[in-house]
């Protein structure tokens, strides 16, 4: 049993203090189970001097201490104490714990073992092996397991060559963290479990990796014999430039096109050292590239598609009708002197020559973009190409229809659309060319043309643009000349047709305020008056032809006129039966004062009282009536 003394011991001098020593029998005890001073009966396991156990009070841990002054390196001594324990730890527990078995070649490891518990049937220590003495070896029937154990110093690359060279699977345990550690508990943890610990060798690992190596030579081998296949295939089609183009309609010419449209036609068919790998003109395999670049905005170059079908044309090569990673294409070179290099160095290189050129950056890890301006232009670009060839599709068929309608086309459309045609101030397909604005006068024109054949058509104002339209052009003239005739008649009709019926409406207009003046006193001389309503004209002046203010005014002044004769009439009507009413009483008077035969003389005779007027017409009113009365009374008194 061992107290805890994890806290170190106090050294004294330059003195190791050790927490364990090696007792009468042999074996590592802690200074805690041994009696105290000299009578502890232990020696130290590195010099073999007496030690003396130091039991001091309270606070302080124990030790181990030198009880001559014999020189003994305190590391050393630590070292061999820490040795000697893990060896007879793991002998007596006989389990010790190994790392995972990890067979590494080049970038690729792989784990055979977990690692665990390794637990021996037989530990032996420090027994000599040729060559060597490793610290401790566990063997498990016929497995055998070396276990070094290092504190201040690692195995050294003279005893690893050894164990290398023997195939002696061998782990090393480190303690060097532990090395202060007194508590026996502890450090038997650390020993068996804790401590890190690496294979130096292991047989098994070794075993992977020897194989692991071999497929690769095997591998390269291979590839190596391809390269030289494949080179000597090359080599006869390389004496000339590869010149297969871009069929029509094939992928490679929609690159080339795309390309084209992007207006990036002059950054393909760069000479590239080696391009010899695509056995086609570099513009083709250079505008795959380039559209590919366009399309994605960023490539890998390690990942490009070579031999994808879409890249097909690198697949038409006979240099890859293998995949290059199945090809040292190191030999390729060399054997082609550089006219063929790995496709994709070969890319890298066209990308960097991008680069230089504005049109691509490189990313790093193998990656190239376009930058977001460069992107932006090319994609305006093929837009605006698209759009043209619309345009032109457009024009095409505008062409077609008119030259149809109008009895076919006086030339092919080819021709036709590179004339400069009369009327219009360039040729159709510049106006293609510049924008659909520009190109719709045109195609209106044509549609006109086009028209000709209908009897509604409307003139064609310019020339017939070529098309044999003449006829038509003349059978619409004459049409619309005639129609023009036509329209112009009916319109002279109308217009003395309107003529007569002012004329008309001025007599009635006439004759209405003429018989209208004819009830007014005086009415005749209006008619021959200049008035102020008729700008100083009379009214027999304008024959009726006046403005209808003015026939407003002059009607106005009329009925005023027809107003007051009205009036006065009434007036006189009143007055006359006002006197009726008189004469009729003054007939029954002079009957009541006069035999019938007198009457008609009385009324009819002249009075000096009537102003010599005949009394029945004098007598008119109330006053008149009584003169009247006294008139017929006085004469009655004479004659009677
Ligand atoms: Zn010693």
């Known amino acids: 049993m061992s107290r805890d003394t994890s806290s170190r011991p106090h050294r004294v001098g330059t003195e190791a203090l050790l927490p364990f020593a090696e007792g009468e029998d042999g074996r590592m005890v802690h200074v805690s189970t041994v009696k105290n001073g000299k009578k502890c009966g232990c020696i130290c396991p590195a010099c073999r001097g007496p030690l003396i156990a130091y039991h001091p009070r309270a606070k302080k841990a124990p030790y181990f201490g030198h009880y001559t002054n014999a020189a003994c390196d305190p590391p050393r001594a630590l070292e061999t104490m820490l040795h000697k324990l893990a060896k007879q730890l793991i002998e007596e527990r006989k389990e010790v714990r190994v790392p995972p078995v990890v067979a590494s070649f080049g970038e690729t490891h792989s784990e055979l073992s977990k690692g665990g518990i390794f637990r021996p049937e037989s530990v032996r220590v420090e027994e000599a ?6 610290d401790i070896i566990a063997t498990l029937g016929r497995k055998e397991l070396f276990i070094e154990v ?3 110093h690692k195995v050294g690359a003279e005893k690893l060559a050894l164990i ?10 480190d303690l060097a963290q532990w090395r202060h550690e007194t508590d026996e508990a502890k450090l038997a943890q650390a020993i068996i479990y804790d401590a890190p610990r690496v294979w130096l060798f292991n047989s098994a690992a070794s075993d992977k990796e020897a194989a692991l190596l071999a497929e690769q030579e095997e591998r390269a081998q291979q590839r190596r014999e391809r390269a030289i296949k494949l080179a000597n295939a090359i080599l006869p089609g390389l004496s000339e430039p590869p010149l297969m183009k871009a069929p029509p309609g094939s992928l490679f010419a929609e690159y080339l096109a795309s390309v084209e449209d992007a207006g990036m036609a002059d950054v393909v068919g760069v000479a590239i050292p080696g391009s010899g790998a695509f056995g086609v003109a570099d513009e083709i395999w250079q505008a795959a590239v380039l559209h ?20 097909s044309l690198l697949s038409a090569a006979a240099t890859l009708a293998h995949r290059d990673t199945a090809v040292d294409w190191t030999v390729v070179e060399r054997i082609t002197e550089g006219k063929v290099r790995d496709p994709r160095a070969a890319v890298r290189t066209y990308l960097d020559y991008l680069c230089e050129r504005g049109i691509a950056t490189f990313c790093g890890a193998d990656q190239y973009a376009v930058p977001w301006n460069v992107m932006f232009r090319a994609r305006e670009a093929q837009k605006e190409s698209q759009a043209r060839r619309d345009r032109l599709t457009t024009l095409r068929k505008a062409f077609e229809e008119t030259s149809q309608l109008v009895g076919g086309p006086s030339m092919t459309f080819a021709t036709w659309i590179d004339v400069q045609h009369e009327g219009i101030q360039a040729t159709p397909r510049e106006l293609a060319y510049r924008s659909e604005w520009s190109l719709s006068p045109l195609l209106d024109r044509m ?22 339209a003449e006829e038509h052009l003349a059978a619409r003239k004459a049409d619309a000349e005639r129609k023009r005739i036509a329209a112009e008649e009916i319109k002279a009709a109308r217009v003395a047709a309107e003529q007569v019926r002012q004329v008309t409406e001025a007599a009635a207009r006439l004759q209405s305020i003429r018989i209208a003046t004819q009830e007014i006193e005086g009415g005749e001389a209006l008619l021959h008056t200049p008035l102020k309503e008729l700008d100083d004209r009379s009214i027999e002046q304008t024959k009726g032809w006046m403005s209808p203010t003015e026939f407003v005014l002059v009607w106005g002044l009329i009925r005023g006129r027809q ?7 009434e007036r006189e009507a009143a007055t006359f039966a006002e006197a009726e009413k008189w004469r009729e009483k003054l007939i029954q008077r002079v009957a009541e004062l006069f035999k019938p035969e007198f009457r008609h003389s009385v009324l009819h ?10 009394l029945i017409e004098y007598c008119s009113d109330e006053k008149t009536y009584k003169v009247s009365v006294n008139v017929a009374e006085r004469v009655r008194v004479g004659r009677n």
């Open 129 to 134: 092996v040729p060559g060597m003495r490793p």
């Open 150 to 152: 290092a504190v201040r």
């Open 164 to 173: 290398k060279e023997r195939r002696h699977s061998t782990i090393e345990i």
């Open 292 to 311: 590919f670049l366009l399309r994605q905005t960023a490539v890998t170059v390690r990942y490009l598609p070579l031999d994808n079908a879409e890249y």
């Open 447 to 468: 549609r006109r043309i086009g028209n000709l054949v209908t009897p509604e058509a409307a003139i064609v104002e310019g020339g017939l643009l070529g098309f044999p």
């Open 563 to 569: 107003d007051i004769a009205r009036k006065k009439k």
């Open 605 to 614: 005779s002249t009075y000096p009282e009537t102003f010599k007027r005949k």
